[in-house]
C-alpha cells in the first residue's frame, strides 16, 4: 500500500518535472529569441536630439567661473562638490575642512540658478561669496533635486574642458567626511586612466513606488535592475573619465538618480566600477553610513556619510578636523 502511494507520488513528480523542464525549455528558447532580436547593447543608439539637449552641459551657459587658471597648474586632485545655491554654511564648513586648497587638492562648488532666478537675493550672495573665494562654478539651470544629472555632467563637462590635466578627480557631497591624506595616498599608487572607484552598489533595483523620493517609472526605465554603480555620496577617478562620461551621456536617457546614470554611463564604456576596499581589515573605505566620530576608525577611511554643515564648522573638534586634512596624519594613526 504504501509503495503504492510512493510509486505514485513519484510518478506525480516525475510528471511534473516534465512539465517544468518543457516550459523552462520555451522560455529559454523565446529567451534567445528575444536577445536575438534586441539590439546589441554594446553599439547602443544616440538618443534623440531633443532628448539629449535637456540633459547636456553645452545647452547652458556659465553664470560664474573662477578665476584662477586652473588649465594652466591643474591640481593632482580636484574636489566636485554639488551643492544647492542658498547652502552657504555647507561651503565654508568645507573650506575650512577637506576642501582647504592643498598643494595636491582643490575644492570646487557646483550650483545651478536659485529659485528667484539671476535677479534673487540669494544670487547676489553667491556671487558676493564667488568673489571672495573664487571657488564656485555656476550654469543657468534650475538648480533643484530633479535637476542633479545636469548638474553631474555639468562637473564633468568643467572638468573635461577646463582642467583637463588633473590628475583625479572626486565627486562629493558637501555633507560628507572626507580624509585627504589617506584619499591622495591611496590615489599615488591607482591607474592613472579608465578608473573609476569608491562604494559600488552591484544589485540596485529601480523603486516603482511613487512616494519614494527614488521612484523611477518603468516608462522611464523599464529594466528591473541597474548595472554596478558607485554611490553618489563620494566617488573618485582619473580625469579621462570625464570627457568620457560626457561622451557616453549622449547614449543614455536622462534618469533624475545621478549616481545610476553614471553607472548607466560606465556600462556604455565598458568601464567596470571599483570597490575602494581594504583587506587588513576587510572595510569599504568609502562609508556609506553615518559613523560618530573615533579617530582611529576615521583614520582609516576615506569618507563617512552625513555630517551637517555645523558637525563639520563651528562644533567640529580640532582633533576631527586634524583627521580631514593632509597635515600630521601620523599622528592622527598613533596607536591605532
Ligand atoms: C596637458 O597635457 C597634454 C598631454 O599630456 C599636454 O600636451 C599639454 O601641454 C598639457 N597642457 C597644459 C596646459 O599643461
Ligand atoms: C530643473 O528642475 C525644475 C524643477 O524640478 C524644472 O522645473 C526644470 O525644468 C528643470 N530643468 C532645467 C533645465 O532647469
Redesign the pocket.
Known amino acids: 500500500m504504501n509503495l503504492l502511494i510512493t510509486s505514485c507520488v513519484m510518478r506525480a513528480c516525475l510528471w511534473t518535472l516534465v512539465k517544468c523542464l518543457s516550459v523552462s525549455g520555451l522560455l529559454v528558447l523565446s529567451a534567445h529569441i528575444f536577445t536575438v532580436r534586441r539590439k546589441d547593447p554594446a553599439t547602443p543608439s544616440p538618443l534623440p536630439a531633443a532628448e539629449y539637449r535637456?540633459l547636456s552641459p553645452d545647452t547652458?551657459g556659465y553664470t560664474l567661473t573662477p578665476a584662477a587658471g586652473f588649465r594652466d597648474t591643474p591640481p593632482f586632485l580636484l574636489l566636485l562638490v554639488p551643492v544647492s545655491p542658498g547652502e552657504a554654511a555647507a561651503r565654508d564648513a568645507v573650506r575650512q575642512t577637506w576642501g582647504a586648497p592643498g598643494r595636491d587638492s582643490r575644492a570646487l562648488f557646483f550650483v545651478?540658478l536659485p529659485e528667484g532666478g539671476r535677479g534673487s537675493g540669494v544670487q547676489a550672495q553667491l556671487e558676493e561669496e564667488s568673489r571672495t573665494h573664487a571657488d564656485i562654478v555656476q550654469m543657468d539651470?534650475?538648480d533643484?533635486?530633479?535637476?542633479l544629472t545636469?548638474k553631474t555632467l555639468m562637473m564633468m563637462s568643467w572638468l573635461a574642458s577646463r582642467c583637463p590635466n588633473a590628475s583625479y578627480a572626486m565627486k562629493v557631497d558637501a555633507d560628507i567626511f572626507v580624509n585627504v591624506f589617506l584619499l591622495l595616498r591611496r590615489l599615488r599608487s591607482s591607474p592613472q586612466r579608465g578608473f573609476i572607484s569608491g562604494s559600488v552598489i552591484s544589485d540596485g533595483r529601480p523603486r516603482r513606488d511613487s512616494s519614494s523620493k527614488w521612484s523611477v517609472s518603468e516608462e522611464l526605465y523599464p529594466a528591473d535592475s541597474f548595472p554596478p554603480y558607485l554611490s553618489g555620496a563620494g566617488y573618485v577617478f582619473s580625469a579621462d573619465m570625464a570627457a568620457r562620461i560626457s561622451w557616453a551621456s549622449r547614449f543614455v536617457r536622462m534618469l533624475p538618480l545621478e549616481d545610476v546614470y553614471v553607472g548607466l554611463c560606465l556600462r556604455v564604456l565598458a568601464v567596470r566600477p571599483v570597490y575602494s576596499r581594504s583587506l587588513l581589515p576587510p572595510r569599504n573605505l568609502f562609508e556609506i553610513q553615518h559613523l560618530d566620530y573615533d579617530r582611529c576608525t576615521f583614520a582609516k577611511l576615506v569618507i563617512v556619510n552625513g555630517f551637517t554643515p555645523s558637525q563639520l564648522g563651528e562644533e567640529c573638534s580640532s582633533e576631527m578636523r586634524l583627521s580631514m586634512s593632509i597635515v600630521n596624519q601620523l599622528k592622527m594613526m598613533g596607536n591605532c
Open positions: 535637456l547652458y545651478g539651470f534650475q533643484s533635486y530633479q535637476n545636469i
